[in-house]
């Protein structure tokens, strides 16, 4: 069995830079962005997956990186779908903090995704580029249950090579432990003291990039910040796809992908061109298919009809 991963996702660096340069206070972007790749990560205790590397790290350079899509193979029970909740997870963290993380969407809370005999904490390495010609950005965290039993952060770290694009000296721009720690502001590094600004954080439970993201003087952490909150995450199945939803064009998968009809009425809709090349890229593939086009229903859905060598079905 098999699931695909796609790691490529929209990237706020360049308007963020922009933002700041034209002497704009606010973080926060919209519009037209360029795409930031998941180059490798590494998760440990997250359930099944006591301890799993993929692709490349910042301190293992000489290890390739992962490909804009990525096919997990492996039998039931391996950590497929552990490794995309793992995802989720992170996602949900950014918006709730760990603790709620913890317990939404049916994980059953710390105690239940940490791995079977481990005390150690959960932990992620993610290592993403904001693009080409970027430095790549490692980002850390460590979960653990403190003397309540509640899970919380227990460290986190941002951290970017200095110099060239792989190989270099690794400097933090962000580090906290237990909620303590400090961050350097604009593009500066760790050696630059007059940048550094000691911090503090209220509640423990809560992401650091998810508290100082937001600022305009920490735009690297708002990069990041950006590139975890706009993830969006689909668990396909095929027989959720097989049904006939309302017609409505949409522009995202649903969580099982049972809205792909309403998906291919906007890609239709807005990007035609494109979409018909996906379609004819499609049936070069595929024995015996001269064409693929599409058939608007009275009802307002949209078919797909497959030429088979004169037939149309």
Not at 23 to 33: K, L, P
Not at 97 to 124: M, T, W, Y
Not at 144 to 168: H, T
Not at 181 to 202: D, H, M, P, Q, R
Request: hydrophobic share 35%.
């Amino acid at each position: 069995m098999a699931w695909c991963i796609c790691l490529g996702w929209p990237n706020a660096s360049s308007l963020i830079k922009t933002q700041l340069e034209n002497g704009h206070d606010d973080a926060s972007t919209s519009g037209d962005i360029s795409m930031a790749m998941i180059e490798g990560f590494r998760i440990q205790n997250y359930g099944v997956l006591k301890d799993i590397t993929l692709g490349r790290l910042w301190n293992q350079p000489e290890h390739s990186p992962l490909t804009p899509l990525v096919a997990v193979i492996g039998k039931n029970g391996s950590g497929k779908s552990t490794l995309f909740n793992a995802f989720g997870f992170l996602s949900d963290a950014l918006k709730v903090g760990v603790e709620e993380a913890c317990d939404l969407k049916q994980r059953g809370g710390f105690d239940r995704l940490l791995s079977k005999h481990i005390n150690d904490p959960i932990q992620f390495e993610i290592y993403f580029r904001e693009g080409p010609q970027e430095r790549p950005i490692t980002y850390e965290l460590s979960i653990a249950k403190d003397e309540n039993n509640r899970p919380y952060v227990q460290s986190e770290r941002l951290r970017q090579l200095e110099g060239q694009l792989i190989f270099g000296r690794s400097f933090s721009f962000l580090h906290l432990e237990n909620g303590i720690g400090e961050a350097w502001k604009g593009f500066s590094y760790g050696e630059e003291e007059s940048e550094k600004v000691n911090i503090e954080l209220t509640d423990n439970r809560r992401l650091g990039v998810a508290t100082y993201g937001v600022l305009a003087e920490h735009p690297r952490i708002a990069i990041f910040r950006n590139f975890l909150e706009h993830w969006y995450l689909s668990y396909f199945t095929p027989d959720a796809a097989r049904g006939l939803p309302l017609a409505g064009p949409q522009k995202h998968l649903s969580i099982h992908g049972d809205n792909l009809s309403n998906v291919v009425q906007y890609m239709e809709r807005d990007y035609r061109d494109k979409f018909q090349d996906i379609l004819n890229q499609i049936a070069s593939k595929i024995p015996g298919i001269d064409k693929i086009d599409t058939k608007r229903t009275d009802d307002g859905r949209l078919l797909l009809r497959f030429n088979d060598r004169g037939s149309i079905r």
